[in-house]
């Protein structure tokens, strides 16, 4: 199966509902869902049904636009209310990737700025225009970066990747994986891609390692712990991870484990990518410290994938899901405007960020 067929996010014919791709049931069962309550798509948000910081913030973009449409009112004031409501019932499904936040402000600015004059139906037809760009917005940035991305690759690289920045938590295409994608599209054969399990929820053994596989692409699946003697053992040639919030200063946010590689591959002297859509990037953080970090439920680590719970009854459990990696670590910042090197405050500066 051709993963970029598979649509993790999009609006029904008829514009009713959401349809996501149940990525929980990855990789036994490719399975859609439809939804239309604004509840239901924030569960889908919480429960990582959609996930990837791009794919919830498309997501979101429509959870906000069925909201509006959904509304029984004429009344401008009390239409932007309810909108409001939903908005942030929705943004608060998730802290740390900024893609959600930043695609419902992107979503009320519409109605903010657009209302004087115009009816309630005019407003909804604004907010379904918005979604779309965003969606549409999304492919394009992706393929973008897959493109510079691919410029950093010689055939027969090994490269090592960590949770699933792919076509999975994307429009398509993904922002880490994109350059593979790029490669595929331009012939290579020869890539080989490690993928980090990713402890607790496996993002890379279930959706990295399947989405990869199913492409046809060399992959070889590792525990987090085995990063480090698959790097000293020469068998990977770059890092490219995908991110959350990316901050001023360049220190960002990903999958919990991230810092690790990063501190790994300075160890090792392999350059180290962070693959970022400027959707991604909060030029309003200073710097890592200020990023709030999702704490997620003690079961993940104790239960979820075993038969039998493995961990003591009663056991204390930690369980940030993401950390933050200090930007001296990192090599580049793949947008889709170009790759920014240190410093990339100044690099972001030039870009417009
Ligand atoms: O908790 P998840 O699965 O939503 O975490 C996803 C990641 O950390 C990704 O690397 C990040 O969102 C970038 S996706 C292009």
């Known amino acids: 199966m051709d993963p970029l067929s598979l649509d993790t996010v999009a609006l029904s014919q008829d514009k009713q509902k959401l349809i996501i791709l149940d990525q929980t049931l990855l ?3 490719v399975k859609y869902l439809a939804l239309s309550r604004i509840e239901d798509i ?7 049904r959609v996930r990837g910081a791009p794919a919830i913030g498309v997501a979101a973009a429509y959870g906000l636009y069925l909201a509006a449409a959904q509304t029984d009112t004429q009344d401008l004031d009390v239409f932007c209310a309810a909108v409001h409501t939903a908005k942030e019932r929705l943004n608060s499904a998730r802290p740390t990737a900024v893609n959600l936040s930043w695609a419902l402000e992107r979503m009320e600015r519409v109605i903010l700025e657009g209302r004087s ?3 309630v139906p005019a407003l909804i037809a604004r907010l379904l225009q918005e979604a779309e760009a965003i969606h549409s917005e999304d492919i394009a940035i992706s393929r973008s970066i897959g493109r510079l991305g691919l410029g950093l690759l010689r055939h027969g690289d090994g490269i090592l990747t960590h949770c699933n920045a792919g076509t999975l938590a994307t429009a398509k295409y993904g922002t880490a994986l994109a350059p593979i994608y790029a490669a595929l599209e331009d012939g290579w054969t020869d890539l080989r891609v490690y993928c980090d399990e990713t402890r607790p929820l496996l993002q890379g053994a279930r959706l990295t390692a399947f989405e990869l596989q199913s492409a046809g692409v060399d992959t070889t699946l590792i ?3 085995m990063a480090s003697i698959t790097m ?3 068998k990977v040639d770059i890092v490219f991870v995908g991110c959350d919030r990316v901050c001023a200063n360049g220190d960002f946010a990903n999958k919990v484990g991230t810092s690790g590689v990063a501190i790994l591959a300075r160890h090792y002297g392999i350059p180290f990518y962070v693959c970022a ?3 991604t990037i909060d030029m309003g953080l200073p710097s890592g410290d200020h990023i709030v970090i999702e704490e997620r439920a003690s079961q993940e680590v104790t239960e979820l994938w075993y038969a039998r719970r493995m961990a003591p009854e009663g056991v204390k459990v930690d369980n940030p899901a993401f950390d933050v990696t200090d930007h001296t670590l990192v090599t580049g910042i793949i947008t889709e ?3 920014a090197y240190p410093p990339f405050s100044l690099a972001f500066q030039q870009f417009g960020f």
Request: glycine share 16%; proline share 8%; charged share 25%.
């Open 337 to 339: 405007k170009g790759i």
């Open 42 to 48: 924030r569960e889908s948000i919480c429960a990582l």
């Open 277 to 279: 859509p400027s959707s």
């Open 27 to 29: 990789p036994g069962e």
């Open 223 to 225: 525990c987090d712990n």
């Open 117 to 119: 004059g115009m009816t």
């Open 232 to 234: 000293a053992r020469g």
